[in-house]
C-alpha cells in the first residue's frame, strides 16, 4: 500500500459519505416543514442500513469472482480480507461502500412526504441487493459483461445516477402524487447548504474512483469543478430569461445536474469537454423539469430531471468527449465511432433492468401485509415527522 494513495483514498471516501448528509439538506430544504425529519431520516438511514448490507454480502457480490453478471460469496461477511495482507482491497470496500449508500438515497427525493419509512427500511435492503450490486458488477468489476464491452463510467453515470433516476421514477409512478403536490420549499438555506456539500463532496466521488492520487484526480477534480460551475450558470441564465429571476434553488439545482453529467465522464475527458458537458445538463435538466410539470407525475423533488436525465446525457456525453490521452479510449469526436454503440448498450441495459426490478421490489413490498407503499391519508395530513418519528424540525417556544 502507498500511504500517499492510501491518505487520498481514506480522505475521499469521507467526501463521498459526506455527501449523504449534504443530500439530506438538500432535500430536506425542498420540502414542507413537517416532513424535513422525515426526508432527512431517508438519507441518513440509509448509511447505517446499507454499510451493514454491503460488508456481510453486498461487496462480495458486487465484486467477487463469480461470473458476467454477478459476484460470489468469496467475500461474505468480508472473509477472506485481513487488514494485515489485504489493506488495500479493504480500503477499495470502504471507498465503494459510500456510493452504494449514497444511490438509493437518491430515490427518496420522487417519493418523500408520503413513504412510509418502515417499508423503505426493507427496500433499501432488498433495492441494493438486487438492483444495485448487479448493475455495479457489470460495469465496475474485471469481470463484468459491461467493463469487458469496454463501457466508460468512471464514477458512476450508470451505476448511480442513471439507476437511481428510473428507479426514482417508477417509485412515483408507483406510491403515487401527495394529496397537495404542489408546495413551496420550507427552507432555502438548507437547499443551498446542501448542495454545496454535494459540491465539496463529489472531490472525493469523481477524483477518488482513479483509486490513486495522480494526473487522472487532478484532472478529474478540475472538470468535476468546471462541469458544475458551467452548469450553474447555464440553469440560471436560462432561468432569468425565462422568468425574470435566478432562483438560487435553480442555481443549486444547476450545479448539481452539472456534477451528476460528468460523473462518468470525469476521469475521460478535458476542461472543453466538461464545460459542453455542463452546458448540456444546465440547459436538458431544466428543460426537463418542465415536462414532468406538464406530465404531472409527483416526482416531489425532480430526481428523474436531475439524476436521470442528466446521468443520460453524462453517458452519451462521454462517448463524444472522452480523450485517448486522458482516459485511454477515445471519442466520437475523436474518431472512435464505435464507443458510442457500447455507451447506449450501458444505458439500455441500466435502464431496463433497474426499472423492471425496482418495479416488482416495489409491488412485492406493496402487497405484503404490514408493510405497503403509502403513509395513511391521516399521516399525510400531519407530516412525517410526527407520526412516523415523533419528532419536530422546529419548535416555536421551550414550552410549546
Given at each position: ?6 491518505a487520498?483514498?481514506l480522505a ?12 439530506a439538506?438538500f ?6 416543514s413537517?416532513?424535513?425529519v422525515?426526508?432527512?431520516m ?9 454499510s451493514?448490507v454491503?460488508?456481510l454480502w ?5 465484486f ?10 468469496s ?10 495482507n489485504d ?10 461502500m ?8 437518491l430515490i ?8 412510509k ?9 432488498l433495492?441494493v441487493?438486487l ?9 465496475w ?12 463510467d468512471?464514477?458512476?453515470?450508470t ?18 402524487r401527495?394529496k397537495?403536490?404542489?408546495s413551496?420549499p420550507?427552507?432555502?438555506p438548507?437547499?443551498?447548504?446542501g448542495a454545496a456539500?454535494?459540491?465539496f463532496?463529489?472531490?472525493g466521488?469523481?477524483?477518488?474512483s482513479g ?7 487532478v484532472n478529474a477534480?478540475l472538470v468535476?469543478n468546471?462541469?458544475?460551475?458551467t ?6 441564465i ?6 425574470g ?7 443549486a ?10 460523473t462518468p465522464?470525469?476521469?475521460?475527458v ?14 436538458l ?9 406538464k406530465?404531472?407525475f ?18 452519451i ?7 485517448g ?5 477515445d471519442?466520437?469526436?475523436e474518431?472512435?465511432?464505435g464507443?458510442?454503440?457500447?455507451q447506449?448498450?450501458?444505458i ?17 413490498l ?20 410526527l ?13 410549546d
Amino acid at each position: 500500500m502507498d500511504s500517499g494513495n492510501t491518505a487520498w483514498m481514506l480522505a475521499a471516501s469521507a467526501l463521498v459519505l459526506f455527501m449523504t448528509p449534504g443530500l439530506a439538506f438538500f432535500y430536506g430544504g425542498l420540502v414542507r416543514s413537517r416532513n424535513v425529519v422525515s426526508t432527512i431520516m431517508y438519507s441518513f438511514i440509509a448509511m447505517a442500513v446499507v454499510s451493514l448490507v454491503w460488508v456481510l454480502w453486498g461487496y462480495s457480490l458486487a465484486f467477487g469472482e463469480g461470473g458476467k453478471f454477478i459476484g460470489d460469496f468469496s467475500h461474505l461477511g468480508l472473509s477472506g480480507l485481513d487488514v494485515m495482507n489485504d489493506g488495500d482491497e479493504l480500503l477499495f470496500v470502504v471507498f465503494q461502500m459510500m456510493f452504494a449508500i449514497i444511490t438509493p438515497a437518491l430515490i427518496t427525493g420522487a417519493i418523500v412526504e408520503r413513504f412510509k419509512f418502515t417499508t423503505y427500511l426493507v427496500f433499501l435492503v432488498l433495492w441494493v441487493t438486487l438492483v444495485y450490486v448487479p448493475i455495479a458488477h457489470w460495469v465496475w468489476a474485471g469481470d463484468g459483461w459491461l467493463f469487458e464491452k469496454g463501457a466508460l463510467d468512471f464514477a458512476g453515470g450508470t451505476v448511480v445516477h442513471i439507476n437511481a433516476g428510473i428507479a426514482a421514477l417508477v417509485a412515483a409512478v408507483m406510491v403515487g402524487r401527495r394529496k397537495n403536490a404542489a408546495s413551496e420549499p420550507h427552507n432555502v438555506p438548507y437547499v443551498v447548504l446542501g448542495a454545496a456539500i454535494l459540491w465539496f463532496g463529489w472531490f472525493g466521488f469523481n477524483a477518488g474512483s482513479g483509486l490513486a492520487a495522480n494526473e487522472i484526480a487532478v484532472n478529474a477534480f478540475l472538470v468535476t469543478n468546471i462541469s458544475a460551475a458551467t452548469a450553474a450558470l447555464t440553469w440560471g441564465i436560462i432561468s432569468q430569461i425565462q422568468t425574470g429571476r435566478m432562483s438560487a434553488i435553480g442555481v443549486a439545482s444547476g450545479a448539481v445536474a452539472g456534477l451528476v453529467a460528468i460523473t462518468p465522464a470525469s476521469g475521460f475527458v478535458g476542461v472543453m469537454g466538461a464545460i459542453a458537458i455542463g452546458f448540456g445538463a444546465g440547459a436538458l435538466c431544466y428543460g426537463a423539469v418542465l415536462l414532468r410539470a406538464k406530465l404531472k407525475f409527483d416526482d416531489a423533488l425532480e430526481v428523474v430531471a436531475v439524476h436521470g436525465v442528466g446521468g443520460l446525457w453524462g453517458a452519451i456525453a462521454t462517448g463524444i468527449f472522452a480523450v485517448g490521452v486522458i482516459g485511454g479510449t477515445d471519442g466520437l469526436i475523436e474518431g472512435n465511432r464505435g464507443i458510442m454503440g457500447t455507451q447506449f448498450i450501458a444505458i439500455g441495459a441500466t435502464l431496463g433492468y433497474s426499472l423492471v426490478a425496482t418495479a416488482v421490489i416495489l409491488k412485492v413490498l406493496d402487497i405484503i401485509p404490514g408493510l405497503g407503499l403509502r403513509v395513511s391519508e391521516n399521516d399525510e395530513d400531519q407530516g412525517l415527522d410526527l407520526t412516523a418519528h415523533g419528532e419536530r424540525a422546529y419548535v416555536s417556544d421551550g414550552a410549546d
